[in-house]
């Protein structure tokens, strides 16, 4: 069902933008360390088998930090950019903004007794998402808008953690936030651990994934760049509040995502971590600079066993002209299935 | 003739903001210590006479960074936002943005030979500064974009950098980098080693910043927020570029900086520094947080002989319902003339 609301090429486009996102949280973090501190390429990665991937990685990371090599990059500029959804939590068997955005709908149905009878709410409500594609772009932005928009930042944020803490996901009963996989976590440390800033880059909604993306990535709020929704600045009385209206402000997503970067960021990445067609421009942003060495890679879903199998024809995540892609410019294609030795962090570990 | 032109208060909204700026740098940044290694109170701050001022952002830092303080503030919510116009570098007689746009009409001149009879051209490149203003919002707006669009964001970087280089300030003689206030540099530097992570907001387009923020200020380029005009990825042959667009995105002044704030940091700031009315709703949006301790500073200019002495009816960085704001909220109010022992790191030092 997931398949028929998303193959029209409308959701990724419309629903991730507006799923626009939530304001800065409280949640110390780790202390990060900028200075580069080389990880024993032995036992770095843990959750990576010892294959072309893993290689590519190290190689990558040493190449660009030893001091005096053709490829160092200072500090400042080591900068790695990576997709959220299906890069570093499941995207399976929908994205979890439109599931948010679905249970947001039931939520505030009782408030809005007319949705019974009114598309797309209708369509919502009762789960028919094939009505509710029926209601085209203009649909399903209204679901959004309805769910994203009319509040301020902070209770969006307060929204967004509340539901966080009680949803599960349909297939492996845990919280979302649990679903990210551990091989991706590792890296992100390891890049981290070496001098590089990793930032988030999804189509997403920015305010979305700023609540948690502190504690479970280790990205804190100002390093996630994604979709926006507008807000409107508003003294209540003595007291500032940003207001978010219903109208998208940016997405960020496919050709997108180079903008957002220079938009946001400033810099241009020299690695970029991927899954989709979504992905593509943002690793020719990033890797196709000249001479320079650089990393761009693609992981792929490959494992129908421990999470899913998709790629070329999947409405979700598609996989097609970025896996070409891969093979002509020389990305690293990460094999879920015989890359990683394990996948979430909830497996018995090795 | 500044006054005519900018007190019609077309420029600040129209101007500053398609001044949208520029991509990446490559100029190695001084390590920042992320850690907190507070300076002695007796020797920090060295420009700073030892005032009420001084002693409010002494009092200030040392408040949110000694644990078990009830202000204590953890490191990663330490965020400081700075405007720059008039904040952190010299704004008057025009602001610098400005200054670069009309030079950049003259360079451009000898391939648009219709410009000397067609406005707001005509004017600009007579430095009929009155007939500009009498173009309207329309007739600014096509100067800026003229002259921020139609070029890739590197090449845009190139253009701001060469001028830059050869720009010199009317009054100094200086290029326009030299005119940066030492205390406030000072400043960044002591909340950077107070463990905040500075930040700049500014009205002015943030790729017209960014190639020298990270050398100047110390501020690397993912941290400043400013006015941004809309840019397209494309693949030029295998050459990914993105193009500015002559379609202003988004400005960042006034009721627009706490959005940027919102939506490129997405954490609330625990202190912000500003100068003029534009920072009104970025040091409410700071500051007034409910019971917890916060930091409002404007810096007031005073100074004459050394500097400026403008305020309520300035048509450049007017202070007006601000220096009231001020005053009713207890923000620190900096007369430069008395709190500052030096202004410029070239004046002889103490």
Known sequence: MTSSLLSRGISRRVLLATLAALPALSVPLL??????QAAAPATALPSWNDGAARQSILSFVAAVTREGSPDFVPLPQRIATFDNDGTLWVEQPMYTQLVFALDRVKALAPMHPEWKDKQPFKAALEGDLKALVGSGERGLLQLITVTHAGMT???????????LA???HPRF?????????QPMIELLAYLRANGFKTFIVSGGGVEFMRPWSEPVYGVPPEQVVGSTIKTR???????????RLPDIDFIDDKAGKPVGI????GRRPIAAFGNSDGDLQMLQWATKAGDRRRLGLIVHHTDAEREYAYDRKSPIGRLDIALDAANANGWTLVDMKNDWNQIFAFESGH
């Open 31 to 36: 202390p990060v360390s900028v200075r580069a």
């Open 153 to 163: 930042t902070e209770e969006f944020e307060t929204i967004v953690k509340d539901w």
């Open 166 to 168: 009680k949803a599960r």
């Open 173 to 181: 009963n845990r919280p979302y936030t649990d679903l990210v996989y």
């Open 233 to 243: 600045f508003q003294m209540r009385g003595d007291v500032p509040v940003l207001f």
């Open 262 to 265: 220079n938009e946001f960021i």
